[in-house]
């Protein structure tokens, strides 16, 4: 494996002495720079889909189209677990006027539960099925909209089988086991808890699951998706519904399940997914990526855009409600989607399959939606089409009224009144196991296997393997194209032994211009060392700092930055997301994420771009070992370089760096590794491979941290 050596130091004029307070050097909206660069690329991916999508032109295109995302879904999310057992229970029932309500636990896994509300007809059955994920509601399936929602379906003939997505509802998968909680507390609003164990928002504990599920190669989209399958398992299951007539609808995060499910389960005759479906160049644009199973990883760069989970169904029917006024899911998007897919239906000669409803509603389950939802349900699964009503049309005030927005948090029943279980969650069931500890085993079953496969490769396919999967690629032996890697000075600061050059390491078409504080002495007699630390450049570049320290021992030292941190931080920072639980760049890695990248790859290259420059800042005849010292968030991809080329380096120091990827997956809390985490690493490498892939003699590790950054033994 060969990194380029080029790294010209050009100084330009300087532009005179500046404060020695001042060690900011872009000046060009820096934190700015990360999330243009990644929207341009992001779309130029859609562009291209675009253009695939446009030439189709014959029901074998449609056909491969289907078939190729179909399967660039399924592998990306990791495939799903075999079938075992679903030992389905009833927890007791409620009756309703004109339905009745059973309570249902069945487990998805062995030893992990789903707890779901069967709504059934007073008439005798047989009748059809109708799966209902739910949206990110805190209290899942007791929600009122998903509840009036299923009385509807039930009052008109239809089954409707409600459930609990994991982390919501009696399904949150990281509970407190010494204190109650009353509210969740966040930075900007509390909200009562469902449970008094309940740690964290439903939101956030989708993603806290996404960490570990990304180093394994799968997604928290296989565990939702398969609870949606083994649902649809348990409804065929039963004599009283007829099992090829089955449904499926959600809003929101069941509006995005729905999705997933209609596009890769055939067993669901009619869909209607809610207040999800636009176009990701429309979501990018006005709200951001969203929670970590709604995002699968390099679909973008595949072209798998949100239109074509309606046309992977193609033609079964399927139904797109859209709210005018969604905060989230930006309706232009919806039509410019809904256009895709009628095209693509029309190419199979079912045009009438594919409809949309809008509603003059805010983001929700609203009545519109819900009466809209229930008769293509009727039409499609009773075969009749029926004006169904939830309330007399000439009672409801328009705008939507204070008693409508209620109606979407209350119900008929309270969460105690239809808990499936003795205690209100899953997880206080003897013998049950949540996503943590699943993903913990999948981990230890994973390690043996790669354990034997990595002992089987030499150094350079060990490198190899390495840089494929953080997605760096090979680099090639000669240099890059010229001023790819020069940096140019932007101004100087004079210290008593040294002075500190602001440096601009320039950027070719797809990198981005990044900063740097070139600390030169007055005599220089020690290898120079690069100096990366997670949070900023100047971190330790104050008077009596780190960087002093060492340069005032006669070493150059250069503190730079790596992408995203620092002076090209975006300034997202989601605090009010679990108060910045996955870092301040959490949009920007999921937007690399959906293109297939990641963050430790992209800062990889720009740990080698940084010591290119470096190495050859007083000899462009021969580059010289520099010494690496890297903290927290740069570690890792410190770590990364070190192993890929440890000629490089001649020592290599890193702190409060996590001691392996594997206790990350294992641990239900985690903060900050979302930026660390490589998806599909753990299946072929940990953390200790590739420090001994560096060399044992060559690296040092000072202040591990466990997963949540407390410092470790």
Known sequence: MKYPVVGILICLAARGAVSDDDLNVLTDQPGKQLEVLLKRQFNEHLDRRLVAYNAIGSRADCEKWQRERRDLFLRQIGGLPERTPLNATTSGTLQGEGYRVEKILFESRPGHHVAANLYLPETTGPYPGVLIPCGHSHTGKAAGGYQRLSILLARNGMAALCYDPVGQGERYQSLDFEHDHETFDSVSYRLETPHPRVRFLCTVEHTLMGVGCILLGT??????????????????????????????????????????????????????????????????ETKGAQDAEQNIFGQIAYGMDEPDYVMMRAPKPTLICASTRDATFDIGGSWDLFRQSKRFYARLGFPERVEMNEADVPHGMYLQHREAIARWMHRWLLGEDKMIREVDPQTLPDPISDKELRALSEGDWTAKDLYCTSDGQVLLMRGEKSVFEINAGIEQRMREHRSAAWSKLNA??????????????????????????????????????????????????DQLRLPGLLFVPDSVSKPPVLHLHGRSMKAEAQPGGHCEQVVKRGHIVLSAELSGIGETETGHDKRDYGRGR???????????????????????????????????????????????????????????????????????????MIRSWAEVVAAPESLNQLVNAVHGALRHYDLPDLVELAGNERVKIEQPVDASGRAGD
Not at 591 to 605: D, H, K, P
Not at 619 to 636: F, H, R, T, Y
């Open 582 to 656: 996955f870092g301040r760049d959490v949009q920007e890695i999921y937007l690399a994420y959906l293109m297939g990248r990641s963050f430790v790859g992209m800062r990889t290259t720009d740990v080698f771009r940084w010591s290119d420059v470096l190495s050859r800042y007083r000899s462009n005849d021969k580059p010289v070992p520099i010494q690496l010292i890297a903290i927290g968030e740069a570690a890792i991809p410190a770590l990364h370089a070190a192993a890929l080329d440890p000629s490089r380096f001649e020592s290599v120091l890193l702190k409060e």
């Open 460 to 509: 350079e396919q060990r490198r190899e393997l390495v840089s494929n999967t953080i997605g760096s690629g090979d680099a090639p032996d000669q240099p890059t194209a010229a001023g790819s890697h020069d940096v140019v000075t932007m101004g100087s600061i004079r210290r008593d032994g040294y002075r500190i050059d602001k440096v601009v390491l320039l950027a070719g078409e």
């Open 219 to 284: 997604n928290t989209a296989q565990f939702r998706i398969w609870d949606g399958m083994r649902a649809i398992d348990y409804l065929q299951s039963r004599d009283d519904i007829l099992a090829d007539k089955i449904g499926c609808t959600g809003n929101s995060g069941g509006g995005t399940l729905t999705a997933y499910l209609m596009a890769l389960d055939d067993r669901i005759v009619a869909a209607a997914p809610a207040c999800y479906l636009t176009t990701f160049r429309r979501l990018i």
